[in-house]
């Protein structure tokens, strides 16, 4: 399926969830991911519980040296333009 999609999106290498975010091991995994690869992290802002860790310095502390980045920044890419007739988002 990311073949198929990757013909007609530009995608990260990973997608998580941010939750659950009392499970430890699962926000660890994330980051390792990230220190090495490109991932796009879901967050719902209106969850307390996430709006809280996003806002938090401690999302800046597991990022340590790496770097937080929009999609556009990743990929160089407007938002607003087309793939294949398609909307990308």
């Known amino acids: 399926m ?8 530009k995608l990260t290498d990973h997608f998580f969830s941010l939750l ?7 926000v660890d995994k994330i980051f390792r991911a990230a220190a ?11 969850n307390p519980d996430e709006h809280l860790f996003l806002m938090s310095d401690c999302i800046f502390q597991r990022i340590n040296l790496g770097q937080l980045a929009s999609f556009r920044s990743l990929f160089g890419t407007d938002l607003s333009e087309k793939c294949d007739g398609a909307q990308m988002y």
């Open 2 to 9: 990311d073949m198929i999609l990757a013909k007609r999106f």
């Open 20 to 26: 659950p975010l009392d499970d430890a091991e699962h």
């Open 36 to 46: 090495v690869s490109s991932v796009e992290m879901e967050t719902h802002p209106i």
